[in-house]
């Protein structure tokens, strides 16, 4: 059973401290420690709120593309959105409030990056973590619209995207403008625990049951009006159990 011992465990705060945790990874300045090689998976979105659909895809990813951290990060907005989320703050505590797992780093990197769009975060990561084998993750419904995200096939040259679909998605997912002009760089999913370790680009497309649940639907039914109503309508917690190393709970009280 693998236990995070770092004093300057990030999943309660992202503290600004230096050391080693008991895998020699190093915290530098307040970003997630990172050792060589590692495999990183990097789920970002604004998290408006966060929810058990996203501790699903995380839990997915990290067994089925073997990777050995997923960090969360947490954009202050959306360039595509016209309204802007909740407070960063309080996305951030609500998001530490349903992971508590070594292997989940939830971050704020684009603010302390000063990055706007997902390109510009991407390759400031791997400026500062060359050693570091990131996998950029999302949901189909993104990969549809890809085409339209600043310099997308920027992004597909940086690194390899893990995509997890519905099964009624992956038709409109496997044609979308990105998957058609990218085809030949597409790895079978039987293949998808080495996607990490490719060169980019490279592109796996991973198809299973998903949880009916959305950020926009909670703030509809107005759970997301406060930290405390939120905390009071769900509670999931991804953590280690002796199984197989991933337990989650999840509660609503609609």
């Given at each position: 059973?693998?236990?995070?011992i770092?004093p300057?465990?990030?999943?309660?705060r992202?503290?600004?401290?230096?050391?080693?945790?008991?895998h020699?990874?190093?915290?530098?300045?307040?970003?997630?420690?990172t050792?060589?090689?590692?495999?990183?998976?990097?789920?970002?979105?604004?998290?408006?709120?966060?929810?058990?659909?996203?501790?699903?895809?995380?839990?997915?990813?990290?067994?089925?593309?073997?990777?050995?951290?997923?960090?969360?990060l947490?954009?202050?907005?959306?360039?595509?959105?016209?309204?802007?989320?909740?407070?960063?703050?309080r996305?951030?505590q609500?998001?530490?409030?349903?992971?508590?797992?070594p292997?989940?780093?939830?971050t704020?990197?684009?603010?302390?990056?000063?990055?706007?769009?997902?390109?510009?975060?991407?390759?400031?990561?791997r400026l500062r973590?060359?050693?570091v084998?990131?996998?950029?993750?999302?949901?189909?419904?993104?990969?549809?619209?890809?085409?339209?995200?600043?310099?997308?096939?920027?992004?597909?040259?940086?690194?390899?995207?893990?995509?997890?679909?519905?099964?009624?998605?992956?038709?409109?997912?496997?044609?979308?403008?990105a998957a058609?002009?990218?085809?030949r760089?597409?790895?079978?999913?039987?293949?998808?625990?080495?996607?990490?370790l490719?060169?980019?680009?490279?592109?796996?497309?991973?198809?299973?049951?998903?949880?009916?649940v959305?950020?926009?639907?909670?703030?509809?039914?107005?759970?997301?009006?406060?930290?405390a109503?939120?905390?009071?309508?769900?509670?999931?917690?991804?953590?280690?159990?002796?199984?197989?190393g991933?337990a989650m709970?999840?509660?609503s009280?609609?």
């Amino acid at each position: 059973q693998e236990r995070d011992i770092h004093p300057c465990n990030p999943l309660i705060r992202f503290l600004r401290c230096t050391g080693e945790n008991r895998h020699g990874e190093r915290d530098i300045y307040g970003f997630p420690p990172t050792s060589p090689g590692l495999r990183v998976g990097l789920l970002g979105g604004s998290f408006d709120p966060p929810h058990e659909g996203h501790v699903h895809i995380t839990r997915w990813a990290l067994r089925r593309f073997q990777l050995d951290r997923v960090w969360w990060l947490i954009s202050p907005g959306n360039p595509l959105k016209t309204i802007g989320p909740a407070p960063l703050e309080r996305r951030i505590q609500a998001a530490n409030s349903l992971v508590a797992h070594p292997r989940v780093i939830v971050t704020d990197l684009e603010r302390r990056l000063g990055t706007r769009y997902t390109s510009e975060t991407l390759r400031a990561l791997r400026l500062r973590y060359p050693l570091v084998r990131f996998v950029w993750l999302m949901g189909a419904d993104n990969l549809v619209q890809f085409h339209r995200w600043e310099d997308w096939d920027g992004i597909m040259m940086q690194m390899p995207l893990g995509i997890m679909a519905r099964p009624e998605e992956q038709v409109s997912a496997g044609m979308s403008h990105a998957a058609r002009k990218y085809a030949r760089f597409r790895l079978n999913p039987r293949r998808s625990s080495g996607l990490a370790l490719r060169q980019a680009p490279a592109w796996s497309l991973l198809t299973g049951r998903m949880l009916a649940v959305s950020s926009s639907e909670i703030r509809a039914a107005r759970y997301w009006t406060s930290l405390a109503r939120y905390s009071a309508s769900r509670s999931v917690i991804l953590r280690t159990s002796s199984s197989d190393g991933f337990a989650m709970f999840a509660s609503s009280a609609r």
